[in-house]
T-cell receptor, first 114, second 112 residues
Framework: EAGVAQSPRYKIIEKRQSVAFWCNPISGHATLYWYQQILGQGPKLLIQFQNNGVVDDSQLPKDRFSAERLKGVDSTLKIQPAKLEDSAVYLC????????????FGAGTRLSVL | KNEVEQSPQNLTAQEGEFITINCSYSVGISALHWLQQHPGGGIVSLFMLSSGKKKHGRLIATINIQEKHSSLHITASHPRDSAVYICAVGLLTQGGSEKLVFGKGTKLTVNP
């Protein structure tokens, strides 16, 4: 079974530039999550999708971050414009259903904003 | 105060030692998860439990719901166990979905 795929693995940009990350979840997984993990901290949920609908985006900085999962499969997370404090690893995870399920994580995208 | 507190933050052990990592939480939860993160970012789920005890190989996870406390034990530790171990609690939302809140992790180093 293929795991959660993310790209790119690394990205370096200057502040005020835009960046996009892509995630392909495990086939058949209805729930998709984007997390931000700052160095030395645990992951923080940015947004959770159930199929192509948003379940929770309460911690997504909507003035600069956006995410979509148009066909209920792949997802993209965009930052526009980036700030220095956005430097982090962005993790995508997927699970079969909404609750009490194991989440499967991708390898993450390490973003450095200079 | 963080909803999930882990201790210790850092742990160094010699190969073969018995390891214990603790996790305390302050809210009602749907389940508690233990995850492992190796350098480079990849996170792997080790256990999901809502009561009692689970065992997988040399790893054992226990939870005490009344005391809001969980422990992860590693028996006969090995250098390949070196990683960050993260405790996360599942919080059910009004819509019926589960949101994971993560601890900061415990960095374990096992020396040969």
């Amino acid at each position: 079974e293929a795991g959660v795929a993310q790209s790119p693995r690394y990205k370096i940009i200057e502040k005020r530039q835009s960046v996009a990350f892509w995630c392909n979840p495990i086939s058949g997984h209805a729930t998709l999550y984007w997390y931000q993990q700052i160095l030395g901290q645990g992951p923080k949920l940015l947004i959770q999708f159930q199929n192509n609908g948003v379940v929770d985006d309460s911690q997504l900085p909507k003035d600069r971050f956006s995410a979509e999962r148009l066909k209920g499969v792949d997802s993209t997370l965009k930052i526009q414009p980036a700030k220095l404090e956005d430097s982090a690893v962005y993790l995508c995870a997927s699970s079969v259903a909404l609750a009490k399920n194991i989440q499967y994580f991708g390898a993450g995208t390490r973003l450095s904003v200079l | 105060k963080n909803e999930v507190e882990q201790s210790p933050q850092n742990l160094t052990a010699q190969e073969g030692e018995f390891i214990t990592i603790n996790c305390s939480y302050s809210v009602g939860i749907s389940a508690l998860h233990w995850l492992q993160q190796h350098p480079g970012g990849g996170i792997v789920s080790l256990f999901m439990l809502s009561s009692g005890k689970k065992k997988h190989g040399r790893l054992i996870a226990t939870i005490n719901i009344q005391e809001k406390h969980s422990s992860l034990h590693i028996t006969a530790s090995h250098p390949r166990d070196s990683a960050v171990y993260i405790c996360a609690v599942g919080l059910l939302t009004q819509g019926g979905s589960e949101k994971l809140v993560f601890g900061k992790g415990t960095k374990l180093t096992v020396n040969p």
